[in-house]
T-cell receptor, first 112, second 109 residues
Framework: NAGVTQTPKFQVLKTGQSMTLQCAQDMNHEYMSWYRQDPGMGLRLIHYSVGAGITDQGEVPNGYNVSRSTTEDFPLRLLSAAPSQTSVYFC???????????FGPGTRLTVL | EDKVVQSPLSLVVHEGDTVTLNCSYEVTNFRSLLWYKQEKKAPTFLFMLTSSGIEKKSGRLSSILDKKELFSILNITATQTGDSAIYLCAVEDNNDMRFGAGTRLTVKP
């Protein structure tokens, strides 16, 4: 098993550009989530999904969209990047809402 | 290869017990170690440790880091059923943050 994979590992965007952060897992997990990690702050939940076709907002959803067309993939889209979105983004998956979450390696995004 | 290892993976105690959770790591260019409590949707931040030997405390929870031996412990005294959760350790270096597999703590009444 590859576990949770994320691409790209690093990305630099200009303000206003759009991009998609990819996340995939091969553990047949129903629950997937996206977090951002900022210096001095804990993980903050952006969006999550409890299964294919189902997504919901987390603590900081503004400026981000997600979709879950398959169990394996959970892409995160930035429609119009802003400097405030400079952060490290983690994707995680779990068998269920209260199960151990497996984290991907992270994507370090800089918005200029 | 950089890694973060938590132990035990699972622990069952009774209310009032004291527990110690362990996190050992091997990373280059260490910056910080973070502890989280995960109950439902998202992990809740507990502590961030950057310096050896300085205990961080919050109520019944405390944590300390040993940068020489490359580990941290999370102590919970007088455990309560509400402490039941998965406790995650994460280690940050210059480029990455790596998560351990977590310790599932169950506190029985």
């Amino acid at each position: 098993n590859a576990g949770v994979t994320q691409t790209p590992k690093f990305q630099v965007l200009k303000t206003g550009q759009s991009m998609t952060l990819q996340c995939a897992q091969d553990m047949n997990h129903e629950y997937m989530s996206w977090y951002r990690q900022d210096p001095g702050m804990g993980l903050r939940l952006i969006h999550y999904s409890v299964g294919a076709g189902i997504t919901d907002q987390g603590e900081v959803p503004n400026g981000y969209n997600v979709s879950r067309s398959t169990t394996e993939d959970f892409p995160l889209r930035l429609l119009s990047a802003a400097p405030s979105q400079t952060s490290v983004y983690f994707c995680a998956s779990a068998g269920g809402l209260t199960d151990t979450q497996y984290f991907g390696p992270g994507t370090r995004l800089t918005v200029l | 290869e950089d890694k973060v290892v938590q132990s035990p993976l699972s622990l069952v105690v009774h209310e009032g017990d004291t527990v110690t959770l362990n996190c050992s790591y091997e990373v280059t260019n260490f910056r910080s170690l973070l502890w989280y409590k995960q109950e439902k949707k998202a992990p809740t931040f507990l502590f961030m440790l950057t310096s050896s030997g300085i205990e961080k405390k919050s109520g019944r929870l405390s944590s300390i880091l040993d940068k020489k031996e490359l580990f941290s412990i999370l102590n919970i005294t007088a455990t309560q059923t509400g402490d039941s959760a998965i406790y995650l350790c994460a280690v940050e270096d210059n480029n990455d943050m790596r998560f351990g597999a977590g310790t599932r703590l169950t506190v029985k009444p």
